[in-house]
DNA sequence: GTCATTTTGGTAACCGGTGTCAATATTGCC
DNA sequence: GGCAATATTGACACCGGTTACCAAAATGAC
């Protein structure tokens, strides 16, 4: 029982209150709180007791006003995935639970005239401390330099390094990419078509770079006519499943840049009574919830996006994190991906 | 172009800076920010113009601490289905738009045991305004004595009424679901599976509870072999299309509490050869982005989460909202969810 | 024109913390 | 013991707004 109850009309017990029981000056409580090193334990103590006693908690409002700084870190994010976006978060708040740190969220209209406008309006209002930038929208150099201007700090999340390691967290994608594709060479597809993401997305670049690594290494190539154009939603998968599957001659197997994408390839499969994985092979990327409730389950590559959230935030505000763990100097803010195979692989057909 | 470009070194301007420019002191300015009725047009015009010279944004730490009260509310959710938290999310930040208020997110983890004492740590050191409590946990009785308790306003949303109206908003699931199930009569499917949300959840019984009267105007009854257990996850979904599809007689149609098990009946269907909707349709809840990712896209019912977050934000913070097409008194605060038809439902064969 | 009443603007105190810097211990060293 | 160096603590202004209260100006009644 940390908790003390007060009575609902009972005023919050104020720095003062604190100073006045423990005997000393509000200065000195107020450096207990910020864990000064330059106390007596016997005066921490006392001051630590007065504090329980009254069951005193700092108003976060007026630290922000003196501090001239808020107590927030803001997560600033386009949707293109429910789950990644809230996994992030989960992420980030595993990181400040024991802080005195609170998560603001603030979806973002990527595709608005308004946009820039928008954040600066939020950032100026807000006032956080740092800012979080989920992919699609880490991407905008614009935003990161509204950030710097407004003296906000920021990290970018991204598939690739997007910056320095200072404001940076990333996957090896790529890598990744590769894997997967290796693995559906190794079974013995030759014919492998692909599903691209949108056009400027550095994911989707990102994803590609891997599957024509994976391709030129086996000594493959891509034909245009495999090469589907896509945009991360069902509706391209299902296009792209369309005109890859009605080929005189079509892939084995189809690497799609996103699950959702994946299953679009996937529905059309079924449609078309293709089975899937005897006839067709299908790899996706995200590993979104998607990718276990469709038939058969979707092979793919899940980044660890909650581990992601936490680097994020220690990257963010290290000197607000207790015993921060800290981040490595020497790290690169690079984690690691995972490929993960599923029903949805399966050799060729003779 | 609204925002002005400020130099990165340069102070925000504050209130003083803005009362100097327009030749008033800093009470009028603040009248004018407060919107205030006792003031000259020609008064407020200078000051406004001053504020727009300065790019005057007022420091909302500072205004808080004079408020005695914070400029945020706080979204607290367990998360079950992302997709729904984000929609809802999204619906509050709508509301609360063009008003002062920030939006804080808060994830609860409904099982662990110092749950309701985390709650109350996080309201105490953010004094948020107000609190937005998303099913499951909305039906924690304790969570809302709680907010009483500390004085912090609250709404919970729920399948059906949990309160008075002042701290609740509610979608019809009941009737809609039994809208549904007289669909599949309508069509002539007279063997009918159900598959149970988690015991103890409201919405589980309200959906039972419109299913069992569909069937019950129809005169038929539910065989308790046709009443599969589930648990709204995926893999109870699997389990129950095990039980009821590998009966001698199995249900011509099935539906389910949610849109993942629905996910898992129809793995089971396809993994077993069963034809969906021919020789089995399907009907889900939620309109998760699920129900359109998996083939055939199945039909469910969508509750109006975002249109909820909406309300529930007006009806929480009234007062905050600008110009705020103010809750009707008389509103009830139930929204309706509508059914919606997808090709996983057709008639029964033959 | 004078007095009472209503509007408006100004001053000072305050919200609950923190920074600065000086004042007061405490410790080390000769 | 005396003095310098160092470790702790406190006084006070200040963060950027707000309210309380008062004074000045404007308006109306007689």
């Known amino acids: ?28 409580v107020s450096r207990v709180i910020n864990r000064s090193e330059f106390l007596t334990e016997k005066t921490r103590k006392a001051v630590e007791q007065a504090i329980e006693t009254l069951g005193f908690v700092p108003n976060p409002q007026a630290r922000a006003l003196a501090f ?15 789950q990644t976006v809230l996994n992030f978060q989960q992420g980030v708040l ?22 820039l406008g928008d954040v600066r309006t939020f950032l100026e209002k807000q006032r956080p401390i740092g800012a979080l930038l989920l992919p699609p929208i880490s991407e905008n150099d614009d935003l990161a330099a509204l950030c710097e ?5 920021y990290v970018r999340i991204g598939s690739a390094p997007l910056d320095d390691a200072k404001h940076c967290v990333s996957s090896n994608d790529r890598e990744v990419v590769a894997e997967a594709v290796r693995a559906l060479i190794a079974l013995g597809h030759r014919r492998i078509g692909f599903v691209r ?24 190539d891509l034909p245009a006519s495999f090469n589907a154009p896509g945009n991360y939603r069902y509706t391209a998968g299902i296009e792209a499943g369309e005109a890859l ?9 189809i690497f799609c840049s996103n699950d959702e994408m994946a299953a679009g390839v996937m529905s059309v499969a079924h449609a078309k009574r293709i089975d899937v994985p005897g006839a067709l092979s299908i790899i996706g990327f995200d590993d979104s919830p998607t990718a276990t409730h469709i038939w058969p389950a979707l092979s793919t590559v899940r980044w660890p996006i909650r581990e992601m959230g936490v680097r994020a935030a220690k990257t963010l505000v290290p000197d607000f994190l207790p015993l921060a763990t800290k981040v490595d100097e020497r790290d690169n803010g690079v984690l690691n991906s995972t490929f993960i195979q599923r029903q949805s692989v399966a050799p060729p057909q003779s």
């Open 1 to 28: 029982m940390t908790a003390q109850k007060k009575g609902a009309g009972g005023k919050q017990p104020t720095i003062n209150d604190v100073a006045a029981l423990a005997g000393v000056s509000k200065k000195t």
């Open 68 to 82: 001239r700084r808020n107590f927030l870190i803001a997560l600033l994010h386009d949707n293109p995935n429910a």
């Open 94 to 115: 595993d990181a400040i639970k024991d802080s005195d740190l609170a998560l603001l969220v603030r979806p973002v209209d990527r595709g608005s005239d308004g946009m």
């Open 149 to 153: 201007d407004l003296g906000v700090r």
């Open 197 to 220: 993401g949108p056009v400027g997305f550095r994911s989707a670049a990102e994803r590609e770079k891997g599957f024509m690594e994976a391709l030129a290494e086996a000594g493959l």
């Open 245 to 253: 599957l009605s080929l005189p001659e079509p892939p084995t197997a």
